[in-house]
Nanobody, 116 residues
Framework: VQLQASGGGLVQAGGSLRLSCAASGIIFGSNIMRWYRQAPGKERELVASISNTGDTNYSDSVKGRFTIARDNTKKMVLLQMNSLKPEDTAVYSC???????????WGQGTLVTVSS
């Protein structure tokens, strides 16, 4: 399985961006799609996740501002980011966790920069 992320860029504080991640290949059974981010000098942070049944979870830092969604037919996961803050600046990476075999697939990161 390969993941291709896109949608990062430079935006002013208060603006919005939408990240997309498309998966190619076969994902077997139950799975969770996730977005992580890593800011310079900081630990990687789980931003949001969505199961194949649609259950979502968000980190407290983005709750109410970010929305994760998935299209199972297209094997895509989206992250709508609104009311962006400078502290949201990071490299965002998508991940698919396949429950069968506990396999994690990673996409390349996409840089989001929020200017103040």
């Amino acid at each position: 399985v390969q993941l291709q992320a896109s949608g990062g860029g430079l935006v002013q504080a208060g603006g919005s961006l939408r990240l997309s991640c498309a998966a190619s290949g076969i994902i077997f059974g139950s799975n969770i799609m996730r977005w992580y981010r890593q800011a310079p000098g900081k630990e990687r942070e789980l931003v949001a996740s969505i199961s194949n049944t649609g259950d979502t979870n968000y980190s407290d830092s983005v709750k109410g501002r970010f929305t994760i969604a998935r299209d199972n037919t297209k094997k895509m996961v989206l992250l709508q980011m609104n009311s962006l803050k400078p502290e949201d600046t990071a490299v965002y990476s998508c991940n698919v966790h396949q429950v069968l075999g506990r396999i994690d697939y990673w996409g390349q990161g996409t840089l989001v920069t929020v200017s103040s």
